[in-house]
């Protein structure tokens, strides 16, 4: 087992080429930590978790579904409307349950619920349309 005070960028870089053919969250980890160690950075924030990095997705998502729930002429209070439904048809329905075969607005849903707490009602998605 190696230690973390023995993890080197050439170490990681050997992993990272060991494991080209990994799926998408072992390669963005293996990144983020040799980000982290190479940029004497946070390592979540290399890795995009930190709450700001977590936040700003929830909003692109959140923005992002809105966008395809509605025509891209649609006030913010017609998107922010049928936002709300989405997302409560997906708390009721579908969170916890299951992840697999989403729609593209329920992954993005998905994403939002993830990352965090965030506002439900109407009015409060439409400040997040709004900005």
């Not at 053919?21 to 963005?28: G, L, M, N, Q």
């Not at 048809?89 to 965090?116: H, M, S, Y």
Request: glycine share 6%.
């Amino acid at each position: 087992m190696v230690g973390p005070d023995l993890i080197t960028p050439e170490l990681l870089t050997r992993a990272a080429l060991a494991h080209r053919e990994a799926d998408p969250v072992t390669r963005c980890l293996l990144s983020a930590v040799w980000k982290s160690i190479h940029d004497r950075g946070d390592l979540a924030q290399a890795a995009g978790v930190d709450k700001g990095s977590r936040r700003r997705a929830q909003i692109r998502a959140l923005r992002e579904a809105a966008d395809l729930l509605a025509p891209s002429e649609a006030s913010a209070w017609v998107r922010a409307g049928l936002l709300a439904q989405a997302v409560e048809r997906f708390e009721l329905r579908v969170w916890k349950v299951r992840t697999d075969g989403l729609g593209p607005v329920e992954q993005l849903i998905n994403v939002a619920f993830c990352a965090g707490r965030f506002p439900r009602s109407r009015e409060k998605l439409y400040e997040l349309l709004r900005d």
